[in-house]
């Protein structure tokens, strides 16, 4: 018994030396290493624990320590070793949604088991990284079966020439398999194949490329660029064959020609006009520009003067897209066009159930379409009194009422009017509020007629004919000079839209290249024989004819001039035109400083005889 007794002091002695030995080293070696390292003696106490495993685990590690191992951790593997002696190595466990793989070692002393270390290793980024390797190696593997069946070829180099990609399907043309390929410089595979000479020169090329037993493939070699550097080539097919490619574009011939054809409406953009379609270079038309370009900075109500046909809406358009508010919506409003008992739903909207057949959810009016943008009120001079009243009260108070409805809608918009009457004449006669003319005419553009602005007419007739050709399917050049000259001598009382529809009307009935008298409308004819006179028409001191295109030039050379004052560096920039080829061109029509100053007198007395406030 004494010797039984003696063997167990003597292990217990030496278990104690042991156990401070080993527990003081691990506190130096182990505190800070990434690796979760849990020790636990013989009862299943914690005798260390870094704080790697204390993160894993949820506990401060001096909190832990001396505790037995099943109040800190539901994990029975270390238990398992304690208590067996046998090591447990990559254990895959989950613990606070960490993904841990863990050993459990026994330490022996003397054949017993004294303590067991565990060791815990973080395995969740690497499965996550390994989970995005597989996903991008599947991604992989699916685009390049995309491009091998697109493709009939497909290859590319870097700038040296060397294959950096080449599908499946050019490879086996080549007679070789990708991997044979790859890395190697172009010219030793096909001296003749151009995508080493792109990846040098940058200049795209098309070719065929021959294919054994098959017909030749035609492929496109462009450049690819890096940072704006060259840094290589791709050649790739669009057909297998030419017989392919023909085939397809029939096909999208077919389908252009069905969408052309569709029977459903086509939602178009609200504005389809700028100051740029505006065609003419007389005074008068180029004094309207102008005050319509220095108007458009504003925010301010605009009233567009003129006879019928001259282009009031197209002037409102060019206003609105040379605004602050060209991203905002342009909402038309023919006041001559909606019954006066739909205007004013038209205008302000209305509520749910206001009157018998409106909608059940209501609807918007005009005004609140045209919220941040522009309202254009077209012909405002058919407008009754009691629709005139309700327009002068948003104008005031910048807010609508819907028909029906208690709430009001503050708006921001901005209001253009136009009209072909006088409405001046129509407030001393009654038919139009005198308050609601003020607050209208706060500025006034005034659109001329056709037969003040007649040297347009040519520059109008070179605008409208390949228009009109698109639509007619036609291939009509111009006018015949006999046509030109009856043109200018007639008055055009419906002023540019009459002159388009008499040029569309000749144009379909047209055989040859120029529009001859013989196309034109009869009442158009008869109404022209009554009038026509072979002279210019108007004083030659205020209108020059336009008898061909070099003199109409010559004739806008001038009229800039006139606009800029004799400055020829701003009257370059007022034609957008080169200033070398503006001086230039002064040469070719012998325009000097005094017939300058000479054209800008005779404007001058021209402005003062027209109309244009």
Known sequence: MKSNRKENNDWSD?????????????????????????????????????????????????????????????????IETLSTGVPIYDKQKTLNGLRLKCSSIPIRFQGRVVSVVEVMMNHTDKLSMAKELEALREKYNFLETLLDETFEELGAVDKE??????????????????????????????????????????????????????????????????????????????????????????????????????????????????????????????????????????????????????????????IHMASLRRNGPFVRINCAGIPETLLESELFGYEPGSFTGARKEGKPGKFELAHNGTIFFDEVGDMSMG????????????????????????????????????????????????????????????????????????????????????RCNSQVRGVSQEVLDHFLSYDWPGNIRELRNVLEGAINLNTGELIDMKTLPSRIRRKM??????????????????????????????????????????????????????YNKLKKYKIDRHSTHRYFVRAQNYVGDLDVS
């Open 14 to 78: 030496g278990a104690f030396v042991f156990d401070n030995l080993i527990f003081g080293s691990f506190w130096d070696a182990f505190g800070d290493l990434h690796v979760g390292i849990i020790v636990i003696d013989p009862q299943a106490r914690v005798r260390f624990l870094n704080s790697m495993a204390g993160y894993f685990i949820g506990i401060q590690p001096s909190l832990a320590i001396g505790k037995p191992i099943q109040e800190i951790s539901s994990e029975t593997q270390i």
């Open 161 to 318: 020439g060397r294959f950096t990609y080449i599908s499946r399907k050019s490879a086996q043309n080549l007679g070789f398999s990708p991997n044979e390929i790859l890395g190697r410089d172009m010219s030793t595979i096909d001296p003749k194949c151009l995508l080493k000479k792109v990846a040098k020169t940058g200049i795209p090329q098309v070719a065929k490329i021959p294919r054994p037993h098959k017909q030749a493939v035609p492929v496109m070699v462009v450049p690819l660029y890096k940072d704006n550097e060259l840094s290589g080539a791709v050649c790739r097919s669009i057909f297998t064959d030419m017989a392919e490619a023909e085939n397809f574009l029939s096909r999208l011939q077919r389908l252009d020609e069905a969408r052309t054809h569709t029977p459903h409406p086509r939602r178009i953009s609200s504005c389809k006009f700028s100051f740029d379609d505006i065609v003419g270079n007389s005074m008068a038309i180029v004094y309207a520009k102008e005050k319509a370009l220095r108007v458009a900075e504003g925010d301010s109500i605009i009233l567009i003067t003129g006879e019928s046909g001259t282009g009031k809406e197209l002037f409102a358009q060019a």
């Open 387 to 470: 629709m005139q009243a309700k327009l002068l009260r948003v104008i005031q108070e910048n807010e609508i009422e819907r028909v029906g409805g208690t709430a009001s809608y503050e708006v921001d918009i901005r209001i253009i009017a136009a009209t072909n009457k006088d409405l001046w004449e129509m407030v001393n006669r009654g038919q139009f509020r005198e308050d609601l003319y003020y607050r209208l005419d706060v500025v006034n553009i005034h659109i001329p007629p056709l037969r003040e602005r007649i040297k347009d007419t040519p520059l109008l007739i070179e605008h409208f004919i390949p228009i009109i050709n698109k």
């Open 529 to 582: 024989a009554g009038n026509f006179k072979l002279k210019p028409v108007g004083s030659p001191e205020k209108i020059v004819a336009f008898k061909d295109r070099k003199a109409a030039e010559k004739a806008m050379i001038e009229q800039a001039l006139i606009v800029k004052n004799g400055n020829r560096r701003q009257a370059a920039i007022y034609l957008n035109m080169c200033r070398a080829t503006f």
